[in-house]
């Protein structure tokens, strides 16, 4: 007894002493299901569950399965409408939501904090701003090097490592599952063991505090060569960690709002891993953070954040607490952490971003888009189109990435477009006339010339949209909802009433026979949206996209003058990445 009291109290006096330490291991493009039914002894020295990637299908959040939508998400805490990382040659993620690099240096820039990978894209490609930041930043390397680095950076006093092995994800693409798989499984077995080793060692000598979690970015198909869709094999990662982690993780809840996938969102999700590490390092995700997933250690928040079935969100909690509900970090409500969710009595216009807090911690959830429209676009040159939405904002898109420009939508105002910022409520149509001006009509019957090259609008406008400066179009001022730059010298005018013009930008005037319908031989596949449009783009020579009410487009051959199989089809992030985003 009296031996126990004093190893109490001598442990007591060295845990408060114990600095945080934390190390991410990510293994790429590892199946869960291999490495339980394999032997992986470093492994099992671990708590390990299966979790998701891929955010939820369906919903805003649903991400590719590749690897760099999953290291970001895995890196920030969010999905990718917030990291804005769609693909493996996406470019910067979104500033806005920083990595966990970036979050650590902000909150104590004495942290010593690496970033270790063997796939470089994660520090060269998306992350590169934020590890510029930290103290050690290697990229490309074997994976043997990576462990070799990783333990002489955390044997130097590193605080936070990031280390990314690759050897599974290779042996999948080249080999599928089968022997060649799972000897690159129990490779990086053997390169755990290692860096857990380390781990081990620094406890001992220096009591320090290690949480060590490993993960992996995406899992694979079938067959095991592929990855990137939407299917149980290919969302399914896994969280290990040498702590006992919360319910969040240990716990696999069934009776969720959606249960695809086999409940898949009842296991944790992709985007706690940051939180957690957070937490552990003594920062307390913030409610502005605006951080998707929940800390699984410490205090529980709300669970399970989806779309509802009679609800804008729906949760799950064990808690008898009180839910704060904030919608675009303003307080809204409260509800009880029982109740099965939480509907929002307001029209909201655009994407709403809601955090509940619940236990003194955060989650956000952004929810389903409405009321936003695309009203206009200018298609500005072969790598770039500007957006204008009828939240009186504007997206920079990047036609060469096909994705919007990170720090977008912003808002219209005089200093980014001079001329437009006092009728940005106004704007209907707009189309590049490629002889060096630009046009947008008002709804309240005039239109505005924007010069090109010195990017403002010419002197005397808005004037009014008549038969004097457009003649044919005078009848039809405040009609105009979505003009359409055609080949040659044509534009096409779409009216309010489902009826179209053609106008002729050399004789400067509509062509005999106008107005005709928008109907199926005219448009072939339009007919049944004619009174629905409320913009379209010559995107290129052979390409044109219409854009509908309730953030529907359709893509429409001008080759074939006809409209594309499939379409209309969803506005969302996957079709035009970043488009609607709030
Ligand atoms: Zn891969």
Redesign the pocket.
């Known amino acids: 007894m009296k031996l126990l009291l004093t190893g109490v109290l001598l442990g007591s006096a060295s845990w408060s002493s114990a600095a945080p330490k934390a190390l991410l291991v990510g293994i ?2 590892a199946q869960y299901e291999r490495i339980q039914a394999l032997n992986t002894p470093n492994f099992d020295r671990l708590y390990i569950n299966r979790a998701y990637t891929g955010g939820i299908a369906g919903e805003s959040s649903q991400q590719s399965t ?2 760099g939508p999953g290291w970001s998400t895995i890196v920030t805490g969010n999905w990718v409408h917030k990291h804005q990382v769609t693909s493996n040659s996406s470019g910067l993620a979104n500033p806005a939501y920083p990595s966990i690099f970036k979050r650590l240096k902000q909150a104590n820039s004495n942290l010593k904090v690496a970033s270790i990978v063997n796939w470089a894209p994660i520090n060269t490609q998306f992350f590169t701003n934020d590890v510029a930041l930290i103290n050690k930043v290697q990229s490309g390397l074997s994976d043997t090097n990576v462990v070799t680095e990783a333990i002489s950076f955390m044997n130097s006093g590193g605080d936070f490592t990031f280390v990314h092995l690759d050897g599974p ?1 290779h042996a ?2 080249s080999y599928g599952f089968g022997s060649s798989y799972d000897a690159s499984i129990m490779t990086a077995d053997q390169q755990l063991g290692q860096l857990l080793n380390a781990v081990e060692q620094l406890k001992q000598t220096t009591g320090d505090d290690w949480l060590v979690l490993v993960t992996t970015d ?1 899992g694979r198909e079938a067959t095991g060569f592929n ?1 990137g869709n939407q299917t149980f094999g290919e969302k399914t990662i896994f969280i290990a960690s040498n702590k006992v982690l919360n319910q969040e993780f240990s716990q696999h809840v069934t009776n969720l709002a959606n249960t695809s996938f086999n409940n898949i969102y009842g296991y944790a999700a992709q985007t706690s891993i940051t939180p957690t590490l957070l937490r552990h390092m003594g920062v307390e995700p913030q409610l502005s953070w605006q951080l998707d997933g929940l800390p699984l250690i410490g205090n529980l928040g709300v669970r399970k954040v989806m779309a509802g079935t009679n609800t804008d969100i729906a949760w799950y909690s064990d808690s008898t607490g009180t839910v704060d509900i904030y919608r675009n970090g303003t307080y809204v409500d409260s509800a009880l952490a029982t109740s099965p969710g939480w509907n929002d009595p307001a029209t909201v216009q655009g994407v709403p971003d809601y955090s509940l807090v619940l236990n003194n911690t955060p989650v956000s959830y952004r929810g389903a888009l409405s009321n936003v429209d695309i009203t206009a676009i200018l298609n500005w040159s072969t790598s770039r189109a500007y957006f204008f939405r009828s939240d009186n904002r504007y997206v920079r898109y990047n036609k060469t990435t096909d994705q919007s420009d990170s720090g977008y939508p912003a808002d219209i105002t005089n200093s980014n477009w001079p001329g437009l910022g006092n009728y940005k409520n106004l704007i209907t149509a707009s189309f590049n006339a490629e002889n060096g001006k630009s046009y947008f009509f008002l709804s309240d019957g005039n239109y505005i010339q924007y010069d090109n090259a010195t990017d403002k609008a010419d002197a005397g406008y808005p004037k009014p949209t008549n038969n004097t400066n457009w003649s044919g179009l005078g009848n039809y001022a405040q009609d105009i909802r979505a003009t359409l730059r055609w080949t040659g010298n044509k534009v096409y005018f779409f009216f309010a009433n489902g009826t179209y013009s053609r106008y002729d930008l050399v004789n400067n005037s509509v062509d005999s026979g106008y107005p005709k319908p928008v109907n199926n031989s005219n448009w072939p596949g339009l007919g049944n949206y004619a009174t629905e449009i409320t913009e379209a783009v010559k995107w290129s020579n052979t390409r044109a996209y219409f854009f509908l009410s309730n953030q529907r487009y359709v893509r429409y051959s001008i080759t074939n003058d006809s409209t594309d199989a499939g379409y209309p089809a969803a506005v969302n992030n996957t079709t035009w990445p970043g488009l609607l985003n709030p």
Request: aromatic share 12%; proline share 0%; charged share 20%.
């Open positions: 790429d493009g590749y690897s994800d999948g693409h995406h990855h």
